[in-house]
């Protein structure tokens, strides 16, 4: 059986299934470590709140390629139409509608 590696924490069970549903449409079998601990919101420690996502090592290269495309689709990008700086997940310009270069 292939050991299985943490690739990331995410900072919320959200974060953690959306990473979870981008790996495994690649074929990266994913666990998810410490989801439960959520209920304890506002009891717990923050950084006891993440989500460790564990992949098998054989896949760790193809799951940090998803991991780098993830940080790069929330990386803040300016417009080209008016400047307006965006957060990453906005696809199109919250000013103008003007849509990021790529």
Sequence with gaps: MDSFVELYRASNALEAHALKGALEQQGVMV????EALAGGTGELPVDSQ??????????LEKANAVLEQYHQSQAPWQCPSCGEQNDGHFETCWRCGG????
């Design 50 to 59: 993440e989500v460790g996502l564990l992949v098998q090592r054989r896949h």
């Design 99 to 102: 849509v990021p270069q790529k």
């Design 31 to 34: 666990r998810l470590l410490g």
